[in-house]
């Protein structure tokens, strides 16, 4: 599996298992309408976003290796504040290496099946892998999606 599909599953995996999202998705949603949480990721602070984007489907992002305190962008006020509701950073990407390890954001099909879209690293987006992360992010182990596929068809 992509080490990126793998963060993604990683993540996904600790919204359902503290019941923040929910595999069945329905019209009446609204508990996991949008959100986020801190959480550890294969022993790095890590933050799992996620927001309801109609027909069934949650976009949810993984921020893993991510120091809140070193974001520039952390104690601003208004708009520039970063306050967890888009699928990657604020911050400019210049910045990115010294507060994030890695980004990646996805599609979860709840509608037509359980899964999230696409195969590999197709259908995955807002990806950054900070120079000479990406053989750490081999080395974590394979996770295993907790009801759903961690890969499938992609719906436009």
């Not at 793998?6 to 508990?31: H, P, Y």
């Not at 949008?34 to 550890?40: E, H, I, L, Q, T």
Request: net charge positive; charged share 25%.
């Amino acid at each position: 599996m992509d080490p990126m599909r793998n963060l993604m599953v990683l993540g996904t995996n600790e919204l359902l298992s503290r019941g923040l999202i929910e595999l069945a998705g329905d019209s009446t949603e609204n508990r996991d309408d949008r959100g986020y949480v801190m959480v550890d990721i294969a022993g790095k602070p890590s933050v799992v976003l996620w927001q309801n984007s109609g027909y069934e489907e949650l976009r949810i992002s993984v921020w893993w290796n991510y120091d809140h305190n070193k974001h520039p962008q952390a104690n601003l006020t208004g708009n520039s504040r970063e306050e967890f509701r888009t699928a990657r950073p604020l911050a400019k990407k210049s910045h990115y290496p010294k507060f994030v390890g890695a980004c990646v954001s996805g599609w979860m099909e709840r509608k037509k099946g359980k899964h999230l879209q696409g195969f590999g690293r197709d259908h995955l987006f807002e990806i950054y892998i900070r120079r000479g992360v990406l053989d750490e992010l081999r080395a974590i182990p394979l996770a295993r999606p907790d009801g759903y596929n961690a890969s499938g068809q992609f719906y436009m």
